[in-house]
């Protein structure tokens, strides 16, 4: 019998298609991290504590620059001068650093008038009387979360928290009727600062 051709009902099947070869896909065999970018308030929260921490830094040089500032003022009160005016602190920094030993005692002393005027007119705010509350809440949470190696410090979060004015009125105010509110902002800068060292510790390997 005579094979049919066409598309009646007696045709032959039309062979089937072969499948098309589909390229092979690589699979990394290590994904890449995922990196996670902090809201933006946050990053200006960060920006912040990190710029505190450098005026911190610079602190300790002019208490080594002018060692009379050890005697009239704590480092954080230098810190908060330099904090609210790092152009007028660094520019004493510098005339104090570059004297020569011969020119110091006739020389320094406009520096230095420079950087205790600053600490003066900035060491004492409206709630400076309440400081000891600040370390009060301070050290309480540090007595009961003891600081971890290569983190911030009791030293380190109460000197952030007092130089600057809305941190140090905002614990003010938490703590006014019960310190748990008090104790929870502390916490929650200790770990904005914790991320910022360990951030720090990375960078410089």
Do not use: C
């Not at 002393?109 to 600053?118: I, R, S």
């Not at 009727?177 to 951030?199: I, N, S, T």
């Amino acid at each position: 019998m005579a094979k049919r051709h066409g598309k009646g009902p007696l045709a032959e099947p039309e062979p089937a298609a072969e499948p098309v070869p589909v390229p092979p896909v690589d699979v990394p065999t290590r994904l890449l991290p995922i990196i996670i970018v902090p809201p933006e308030e946050e990053l200006k929260e960060l920006e912040e504590l990190g710029t505190e921490i450098d005026a911190l830094s610079l602190a300790a040089v002019a208490r080594e620059i002018f060692p009379e500032l050890k005697e009239q003022f704590q480092p954080w009160q230098v810190g908060r001068a330099i904090y609210m005016d790092e152009s007028a602190a660094r520019n004493a920094l510098l005339q104090g650093a570059r004297l020569k030993d011969n020119e110091r005692a006739t020389m320094l002393a406009p520096a230095l008038d420079d950087l205790k005027e600053a600490s003066s007119r900035n060491r004492k705010p409206w709630w400076f009387d309440s400081v000891g509350e600040i370390r009060k809440i301070v050290d309480q949470h540090f007595a009961a979360q003891p600081p971890a190696e290569g983190g911030a410090t009791a030293q380190a979060v109460f000197d952030v928290l007092v130089m600057s004015d809305p941190r140090a009125i905002e614990v003010l105010q938490l703590i006014r009727k019960d310190p748990a509110p008090g104790l929870e902002y502390v916490a929650k800068v200790r770990a904005k600062l914790d991320e910022l060292m360990e951030f720090e510790a990375e960078r410089g390997k």
